[in-house]
């Protein structure tokens, strides 16, 4: 069974930091795309960072400078360190894996639990 289990999460105040991590776990035989997204409350799931097979990471513009992506391909880890956070920043924090998994090398799309980071002003 592959899955991902996300940390880091938490309450800050304006202007602090926070890093989640998040790690693939199983029968994983290559790892095509892995990111970060959020659901604030009454909106949207967002992209917030992503890395793509052969690509660098690409931000969505409203964190970009602030946050940084990251991954140690070893661990099948990914983090995300977030500075001068801001309370717009708060939401669910969701990692997600596009990866080959398996004896039959298949396609698999695969979310995380979620992790809460809360802001204050």
């Known amino acids: 069974q592959v899955q991902l289990v996300e940390s880091g999460g938490g309450l800050v105040q304006a202007g602090g930091s926070l890093r989640l991590s998040c790690t693939a776990s199983?029968?994983?035989?290559?790892?095509?795309?892995m990111g970060w997204y959020r659901q604030a409350p009454g909106k949207e799931r967002e992209l917030v960072a992503r890395?793509?097979?052969?690509?660098?990471?690409n931000y969505t513009d409203s964190v970009r400078s602030r946050f940084t992506i990251s991954r140690d391909n070893a661990k099948n880890t990914m983090y995300l360190q977030m500075n001068s956070l801001k309370p717009e920043d708060t939401g669910d924090y969701y990692c997600?894996?596009?990866?080959?998994?398996?004896?039959?090398?298949?396609?698999?799309?695969?979310w995380g639990q979620g992790t809460l980071v809360t802001v204050s002003s």
């Open positions: 890395f793509t097979s052969g690509d660098g990471p």
């Open positions: 199983g029968s994983i035989n290559s790892i095509k795309a």
């Open positions: 997600n894996a596009i990866l080959i998994h398996g004896v039959h090398n298949r396609y698999l799309e695969i």
